[in-house]
C-alpha cells in the first residue's frame, strides 16, 4: 500500500484534545492490517539504509509504531515514557509544550556511548518531544541515526527544531 493510499484512511479530527488543533487519528490505519504493515515496511526500508543500535519509541503511539519497526529491524527496543512509568533508574528530560512543560523518562542504561539511535514516534507537530528525546541521546555520548515519523506537520516547522538530525517523515500535511 502507498504512503497516500495510508494517508486516504487518517481522519482529521478537529478541536480535539482541545480547540484549535486538528488531530490526526491514526486508529482506521492500524485497524487495516494491510496499512499498518505497510507502514512498518516504509519505515523498515528507509531505516535499513542507516547503522543502528535500536530503536527509542515514545509514549505513547510511538510505541505502536516503533516496536513492530524494531521487531522488522531485528533492533532493540527502548520505551521513552512519561515521567514516574519506568521502574528502574532513568533519565529525565523536560521539554516545553505549547503552554507549560512536561517530562520523559528513559532507563538509564537504555542509551549506550557511541551507539546510534533511531527516535520513532507517530507524528511530529512543533518538535517538541523529538528534540527533547534527541538531547537525552546527545548527553549520554550517543547520537542520532535518524527520526522516523508516521505523520508530519510540517505548517509547523518541527524538523527545524530537530538541527542536522536526518528526519523521514512517511505522510505530510
Ligand atoms: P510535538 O512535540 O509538538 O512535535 O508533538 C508531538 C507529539 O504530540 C506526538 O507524540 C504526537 O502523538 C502528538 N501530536 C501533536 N500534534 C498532534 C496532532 N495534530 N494529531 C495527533 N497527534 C499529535
Known amino acids: 500500500m502507498s504512503p497516500l493510499e495510508i494517508k486516504s484512511l487518517i481522519v ?3 478541536d480535539f484534545p482541545k480547540a484549535g488543533i486538528v488531530f490526526k487519528d491514526i486508529t482506521p490505519v492500524l485497524a487495516n492490517p494491510v496499512a499498518f ?6 519505515l523498515a526500508e528507509h531505516a535499513s539504509r542507516m547503522t543502528c543500535d535500536a530503536v527509542l519509541a515514545i509514549e505513547s ?3 505502536i ?4 519497526l ?7 527496543l527502548h520505551l521513552v515514557r512519561k515521567r514516574g512509568k519506568l521502574p528502574r533508574a532513568a533519565i ?4 516545553e509544550l505549547e503552554y507549560g512543560f512536561d517530562h520523559l523518562e528513559m532507563h538509564s542504561d537504555a542509551i549506550r556511548r557511541g551507539g546510534r539511535y533511531l527516535i520513532v514516534d507517530d507524528v511530529i507537530a512543533t518538535g517538541g518531544t523529538a528534540a527533547a528525546v534527541a538531547s ?4 549520554q555520548g550517543a547520537s542520532v541515526a535518524a527520526c522516523l515519523f508516521l505523520i508530519e506537520l510540517k505548517f509547523l516547522a518541527g ?4 538541527g542536522n538530525v536526518p528526519i523521514f517523515s512517511l505522510i505530510t500535511y
Do not use: C, S
Not at 529525565?92 to 521539554?95: A, E, K, L, S
Not at 537525552?136 to 548527553?139: D, K
Not at 524538523?159 to 530537530?162: D, H, I, P, Q, V
Open 70 to 76: 524494531a521487531q522488522r529491524l531485528k533492533l532493540p
Open 37 to 42: 504493515n505497510a507502514v512498518t515496511e516504509h
Open 61 to 63: 503511539r510511538g510505541f
Open 12 to 14: 482529521d479530527v478537529p
Open 159 to 162: 524538523r527545524e527544531k530537530l
Open 65 to 68: 509504531i516503533g516496536a513492530p
Open 136 to 139: 537525552v541521546v546527545a548527553q
Open 92 to 95: 529525565t528530560v523536560r521539554y
